[in-house]
């Protein structure tokens, strides 16, 4: 049997974690669909809406990656270069070691669709077995993105 793999979907909105019935998850669904295509092995979701705050989502960092033994963490949202988008310091504080050719590959790809994406701050990190992957905001960029790096997650892993 298989092992069940455990996935972090973290979105970072002030106004989607207030009333996520009246804005929806529409960046959250979108990393979930990618993820519906690419992975055929047994895995699970935890996902989470959270508002952009610092401490926050350090906390939930560590929940995801310690306390629920996710193997990836997917965030969305907070990468531009907005005051409260925290995401990327978040990320860069908790991980021990950080791969930012993972943003660079992303804003490519990115900037064949749009000029903007040169201001996404996306980046990834390690944090003991796990990898965190910051994804920007809009679920268009999302797939795109994810589509670009997500076959390096399998060697990161198992590196």
Do not use: W
Not at 85 to 104: R, S
Request: glycine share 6%; net charge negative.
């Amino acid at each position: 049997m298989e092992k069940e793999i455990i996935i972090g979907v973290l979105q970072m909105s002030d106004r989607a974690s207030l009333d996520t019935n009246a804005y929806s998850s529409l960046s959250g669904d979108a990393i979930l669909e990618v993820l519906t295509s690419y992975i055929k092995s047994p895995y699970r979701t935890i996902f989470n809406i959270i508002p952009d705050e610092y401490d926050l989502i350090l906390k939930t960092f560590h929940t995801l990656a310690v306390e629920e033994k996710c193997c990836l963490i997917l965030t969305t949202g907070g990468t531009g270069p907005a005051k409260r988008d925290v995401t990327v310091e978040a990320t860069e504080a908790f991980c021990q070691k950080i791969l930012p050719g993972f943003g660079e590959l992303m804003r490519m790809e990115s900037l064949k669709y749009v000029p903007t994406a040169i201001l996404s701050r996306q980046t990834a990190g390690i944090y003991e077995n796990t990898l965190i992957v910051n994804l920007p905001g809009k679920p268009a960029a999302i797939s795109q993105c994810l589509q670009a790096v997500f076959l390096l997650y399998l060697i990161v892993l198992t590196s």
